[in-house]
């Protein structure tokens, strides 16, 4: 059994991904404060950027070279459908928190949100905004970030 699994191995040369991180916990993101927001997105990065410069526990960088950890933003899907008083919309968008340990990638921190627009119309701020608000709250949270210091 073992010969056919190295075998089976080898044959389809499997090897782990560096596109496969490890899953980590907010407590890896102990004392770093150093950010780089990475996204396609250039509405979302202005978003997300406007608002975690609010937290002063955090600084902005523009290259992930300078960065102690990326908070990264993608949508996840979008789908539209016509409805009676405009389009529907329902957008599922995520950000994580991920750093490097070692040669692994390590994600922190992740929350997925969905935002549903019906006849053109939401009673909800951005996923973008959502996200990076929820993010700024685990980070209090996990390090007890005084009001002072928002």
């Known amino acids: ?7 089976l191995a080898l044959l389809f040369n499997f090897q782990p991904s560096d596109e496969m991180p490890e899953r980590g916990t907010m407590a890896d993101l102990q004392g ?8 396609d997105d250039d509405d979302a990065y202005q ?4 608002t975690l410069k609010g937290y ?15 908070l990264e933003y993608k949508v ?3 789908d ?15 950000l ?5 340990r070692d040669a692994a990638r390590v994600v922190a921190w992740s929350e997925s949100e969905t935002l549903d627009v019906n006849d053109g119309f939401t009673m909800s701020r951005p996923n973008e905004i959502n996200l990076t608000l929820n ?16």
């Open 1 to 7: 059994m073992k010969f056919l699994l190295l075998t």
């Open 32 to 39: 770093l404060q150093k950010v780089y927001v990475a996204t």
């Open 47 to 50: 978003m997300i950027s406007k």
């Open 56 to 70: 002063k526990a955090l600084e902005i960088v523009n290259s992930p070279k300078n960065a102690d950890f990326i």
């Open 76 to 78: 996840l899907t979008r």
């Open 80 to 94: 539209v459908a016509a409805g009676r008083g405009g389009a529907d919309l329902a957008k599922r968008s995520q």
């Open 96 to 100: 994580r928190a991920v750093l490097r």
């Open 135 to 150: 993010f700024i709250k685990a980070h209090k949270k996990a390090f007890a970030v005084k009001k002072k210091s928002d």
